[in-house]
């Protein structure tokens, strides 16, 4: 897609990151893939907000294992997934295979989906839930997502809230949160330390490194309006389907919510957007 030099190091770095990150996950049990429910990642209201997909060609954008791709394929949807990690995708392939789920998986760059799906071929494309930090530039993924839909299909885009990212725990105060990162972009890619991944498991072996970019609504918002996507839709939930802070507590599930007692705040969001 034409980045700098720079930037296109930092997606090789995260592509990296996720082929070493890819076989800690499959053995995890934070994702169980070989007893979790599928469903157990999704909110109510997504499958509100979805309707009915049988029979639906759906696309996953930035799928990775494959986790929450197959609980598309258990409601009668044409599902593909794709995924930057070549590792992810093998071992999505193998998950959904032991499960006996015909999906499609295809290894691609976001932002050449198009060259590896094809135009107006989806009636939903599905994202979400840490996924467009990775991305440096939302206007050409926009385009990307428009171009996949069919004319009247849409995007259904679940993330974690920007608030999330820019909440941090109050040294030596457990339940207490301040603002500590940055919501909006404007300072560049964040390189982190990726030694430990978020689930459960091994320090990763090899390509720790990885880069992520803030985005805030505003901007996720206009890059679909820029790409010619009608917004029918935005939620905010304080509830995410992990236990991002010790304090958190269950309410089913996966997920979790902030101490009843603490401010009501965004955790998630998202966003339906369709193609005229």
């Known amino acids: 897609m034409g980045f700098d030099l720079h930037t296109a190091r930092m997606i090789q770095a995260n592509e990296a ?5 890819t076989p800690i996950h499959v053995a995890s049990d934070f994702y169980s893939v070989t007893t979790r429910d599928p469903a157990d990642w999704f909110a109510d209201y997504e499958w ?3 309707g009915d997909l049988h029979n639906r060609d759906l696309a996953h954008l930035q799928c990775h294992i494959g986790s ?3 609980a598309f394929a258990h409601r009668g949807a044409r599902v593909t997934g794709l995924d930057l990690s070549g590792a992810s995708i093998e071992a999505a ?3 959904a295979a032991a499960r006996n789920l015909d999906i499609d998986y295809v290894q691609s760059d976001v932002y050449t989906a198009v060259d590896a799906l094809g135009h107006n071929r989806f009636d939903v494309v ?6 467009i930090c990775f991305l440096p530039d939302l206007t050409p993924w926009a385009d990307q997502v428009a171009a996949l839909l069919k004319p009247g299909g849409f995007l259904y885009l679940v993330e974690f809230h920007p608030l ?8 030596d105060a457990e339940t207490s949160l301040i603002l500590k990162h940055d919501y909006l972009a404007g300072r560049g890619p964040a390189r982190e330390d990726g030694t430990y991944t978020y689930t459960d498991g091994p320090t990763v072996p090899s390509s720790p490194e990885y880069f992520e970019w803030c985005h805030g609504i505003g901007e996720v918002v206009t890059a679909l309006i820029g790409a010619g996507l009608r917004i029918d839709l935005l939620r905010e939930s304080e509830e995410i389907p992990w236990q991002r802070w010790a304090s958190m507590e269950n309410t089913r599930g996966v997920w979790h919510r902030l101490p009843r007692e603490a401010p009501r705040t965004p955790l998630l969001y998202a966003i339906r957007a369709t193609k005229s």
């Not at 990151?17 to 990150?21: C, L, P, S, T, V």
């Not at 999330?164 to 040294?171: E, K, Q, T």
């Open 17 to 21: 990151n996720w082929n070493a990150r």
């Open 48 to 50: 509100t907000d979805l």
């Open 68 to 70: 929450e791709t197959l």
């Open 93 to 95: 392939k193998a998950i």
């Open 126 to 131: 599905y994202t979400g839930k840490g996924s």
């Open 164 to 171: 999330l990212h820019s909440l941090g725990r109050v040294p």
